[in-house]
């Protein structure tokens, strides 16, 4: 399950990133360490609403069974005439994952996407070696498209990734 970012998901935010840093290192940029504090998650939030409230992107918290904040998943970029297009990303702490939150946590958002957003197309990168996270988006409707070099500087470098898209079948 999924909902709007709030304020308060800050400090399970930080815990989860902590305990997760490792984990999740091989798959995300570079970050301080004040990334991993509740006033760093509070400055991300702030910073994730101010797009909500411009329409260009939808910050939503991964909940975890006890209604908790255990990752996130974003659509960031949407852009909007010819293109109606946004980007999906998401991540689930080491504690929470191989339950099946991310998958359903992208069903969900491509379900909003498509409908409340009205958007024609979603887009997903990960990187070559990302087997899990491509069968999460393969399990969503996504279909691999092409491979993108060096196209985003994770772990300190610039990787390859594999692009995946789903198209809205309602759109017109």
Do not use: C
Not at 29 to 36: K, N, P, T, V
Not at 80 to 98: L, P
């Amino acid at each position: 399950m999924t909902r709007l970012l709030e304020p308060g998901d800050a400090a399970a935010l930080a815990e989860h990133l902590t305990e997760s840093r490792a984990f999740l290192a091989p798959w995300d940029a570079l970050r301080d360490d004040r990334y991993f504090t509740p006033e760093g998650q509070r400055a991300q939030i702030e910073e994730a609403l101010k797009g909500y409230g411009a329409g260009t992107a939808a910050p939503f918290a991964i909940l975890g069974d006890d209604g908790s904040a255990v990752g996130r998943i974003n659509l960031n970029g949407i852009t909007r005439g010819a293109f109606q297009s946004a980007s999906i990303g998401y991540w689930v702490s080491k504690s929470h994952n191989g339950r099946g939150l991310a998958t359903r946590a992208v069903a969900e958002m491509k379900e909003y996407a498509f409908g409340a957003l009205d958007l024609h197309r979603l887009q997903a990168e990960t990187l070559l070696r990302n087997t899990p996270s491509q069968r999460v988006l393969k399990n969503n409707g996504f279909t691999p498209y092409g491979v993108a070099p060096q196209y985003l500087k994770i772990a300190g470098e610039w990787q390859d990734h594999v692009l995946f898209q789903a198209l809205n079948p309602e759109a017109v």
